[in-house]
């Protein structure tokens, strides 16, 4: 158990549906992480977060979105769905973000149909 | 070209055999990540290295910055090894990840 927990495990909607994936770091980790892992396109980073503010963006589409609240804790706003979105969501938290260990929670795994 | 890329994509062995995965990177980096992705999904960190050698148990990671090159090995292979390993790296000054395509280890007893 690697102390990150996500929310929910499983999903299954509709296209054009809007989902929320939430993800709570380790206790003292202020950094998190959101990655795709799709079967065509392997694990991409999506977005990172230190303490409340984004910090780096990668490969991420403007239907998806995402904010660390105060707490820590992360949600992963995916809009507008499609089938292509179809794949597991993992968040991954470390303590500060400057390229250290991470660690990764079990995964949401989303499926639009 | 990826910028990190991983060999073989499949492995098999049998019990008790040395095994060796690769992964060479053309970027400038930071720190190299392995990761273990078990048949259920779940992400597991294994080592993080910008220099050097680990070990921890059964598995050894090594790295050679200026071959911009590192191997991932596995001694005394077991069926409970089956996984998919990842190599990823943290660009130089840099803090996201960039993945290797995987390696699918399967151990037979």
């Known amino acids: 158990d690697s102390g990150v927990t996500q929310t929910p495990k499983h999903l299954i909607t509709a296209t054009g549906q809007r989902v929320t994936l939430r993800c709570s770091p380790r206790?003292?980790?202020?950094?998190v992480y959101w990655y795709q892992q799709s079967l065509d396109q392997g694990l991409q980073f999506l977005i990172h977060?230190?303490?409340?503010?984004?910090?780096a963006k990668g490969n991420i589409l403007e239907r998806f979105s995402a904010q660390q609240f105060p707490d820590l804790h992360s949600e992963l706003n995916l809009s507008s769905l499609e089938l292509g979105d179809s794949a597991l969501y993992f968040c991954?938290?470390?303590?500060?973000?400057?390229?250290?260990?991470?660690?990764f929670g079990p995964g949401t795994r989303l499926l639009v149909l | 070209k990826n910028e990190v890329e991983q060999s073989p994509q499949n492995l098999t062995a049998q019990e008790g055999e040395f095994i060796t995965i690769n992964c060479s990177y053309s970027?400038?980096?930071?720190?190299l990540h392995w990761l273990q992705q078990h048949p259920g999904g779940g992400i597991v960190s294994l080592f993080m290295?910008?220099?050097g050698k680990k070990k921890h148990g059964r598995l050894i990671a090594t790295i050679n910055i200026q071959e911009k090159h590192s191997s991932l090995h596995i001694t005394a292979s077991h069926p409970r090894d089956s996984a998919v390993y990842i190599c990823?790296?943290?660009?130089?000054?840099?803090?996201?990840?960039?993945f290797g395509g995987g390696t699918r280890v399967l151990v037979k007893p």
């Open positions: 990823a790296v943290f660009k130089a000054a840099g803090n996201k990840l960039t």
């Open positions: 206790s003292g980790d202020l950094s």
């Open positions: 290295l910008s220099s």
């Open positions: 991954a938290s470390s303590v500060t973000g400057a390229g250290e260990t991470q660690y």
């Open positions: 977060y230190y303490n409340g503010e984004e910090r």
């Open positions: 970027v400038g980096i930071s720190a």
